[in-house]
């Protein structure tokens, strides 16, 4: 109710909430209205949240400084706000003033990067397995339709796989279907009869584009033979996939 009498002024320096009672001449206390003194501190940018965003995720990135500082945010960002929703990778920056000083502050923001690729090791060959591997470094792994939870695979039938991850930010992702097919390479001899006549020859052809040949009676190691007796004839192939196959045939003189 009206002036107090007396003035009084003190210098702080610690942060805290600084209050006053006032006596005045009728022994009247008189309280005060509370200030806050904060301790200055250099504002940043910081995420609620990773710092690595999944595909299609979004994260929030915030200033932190002192009540009453005012934020400009540098392109693509735009705005005073203390909070942006960031839904794609890359480099945040703004410009924050607080007391009176200017600081420039930034963030980065990283995409992760759960890739399910299904890379083969090898091929099927009949009569075998191949390894099917995932990427590496994942914390989980499932594969489609056995459900192994290992980071590759031992398959031995034909059929269509689909691998899903997850990596260490809790991105997942999943792979296109992977086919898995059997490679059969081919002779071109089958479990037939032919016949030649006396004192005549004939020339056994192996199938085109097999890496190494191996002709039973003779051991001959070429693509094709030439023969002039009759009997069992038999031929093991090996194709560029290391896949092997073998053929028989009987040659008789007419």
């Not at 006053?20 to 995420?47: E, F, K, R, W």
């Amino acid at each position: 109710n009206g002036p107090i009498p007396g003035a009084s002024i003190i210098s702080v320096s610690d942060p805290g909430d600084y209050f006053t009672v006032v006596n005045d001449a009728d022994s009247c206390g008189l309280v005060s209205n509370t200030v806050t003194i904060q301790q200055y501190a250099t504002p940043t940018v910081v995420a609620f949240g990773d710092t690595t965003i999944c595909p299609g995720a979004t994260t929030i990135i915030g200033v932190q400084a002192s009540p009453g500082a005012t934020v400009t945010w540098n392109p693509p960002l735009t705005g005073s706000s203390s909070l942006q929703a960031i839904t794609s990778p890359g480099v945040y920056s703004c410009s924050i003033v607080s007391c009176g000083i200017v600081t420039s502050a930034s963030i980065t923001i990283h995409l992760g990067n759960p890739l399910a690729k299904i890379q083969p090791a090898g091929v099927l060959c009949k009569d075998s397995s191949v390894v099917l591997q995932g990427p590496p470094g994942m914390t989980s792994y499932n594969w489609l339709p056995n459900n192994d939870t290992t980071q590759n695979i031992t398959v031995d039938s034909v059929g269509t796989y689909i691998l899903s991850i997850m990596d260490a930010f809790g991105c997942s992702g999943t792979s296109v279907p992977y086919i898995v097919s059997e490679v059969n390479p081919n002779t071109q001899l089958s479990n037939t009869i032919l016949g030649f006549c006396y004192g005549d020859s004939i020339t056994l052809d192996a199938d085109t584009g097999l890496s190494s040949f191996l002709w039973a009676p003779g051991g001959e190691t070429t693509p094709s033979i030439t023969v002039f007796d009759s009997g069992y004839y038999s031929l093991q192939v090996l194709d560029s996939n290391g896949c092997r196959a073998q053929g028989e045939l009987s040659l008789i003189h007419i």
